[in-house]
């Protein structure tokens, strides 16, 4: 049973930061580009960050130059740091594998407030 547990959310002010941690399990984060995605109220999921098998990154520009996702494959961890946090940041964050997600975890909320 593949299941990516997330945490590390919490509320913040603008400009604040925090780490995110996405646990996966049944799934060998090694074997796949991996992601992670982000849902504000009223709006559709949103990918933000990509880590693929080569270690090369890609962001929305929503985000560029602001957040970095990284993984530990011995952990089988996967990261996203998030720095000059904002409102618009407002979301609940998810990881999961880039292609053919599955098993959505119950995400982590992100609060920013002005």
């Known amino acids: 049973q593949v299941q990516f547990v997330e945490s590390g959310g919490g509320l913040v002010q603008a400009g604040e930061s925090l780490k995110l941690s996405c646990i996966a399990s049944g799934i060998n984060i090694r074997n796949h580009d991996m992601a992670w995605y982000r849902q504000a109220p009223g709006k559709e999921r949103e990918r933000v960050a990509v880590v693929r098998l080569s270690s090369n990154t890609n962001y929305s520009d929503s985000v560029k130059g602001r957040f970095t996702i990284a993984r530990d494959t011995a952990k089988n961890t996967v990261y996203l740091q998030m720095n000059a946090l904002q409102p618009e940041d407002t979301a609940v964050y998810y990881c999961?594998?880039?292609?053919?997600?599955?098993?959505w975890g119950q995400g982590t909320q992100v609060t920013v407030s002005v």
């Open positions: 999961n594998r880039l292609v053919s997600p599955i098993n």
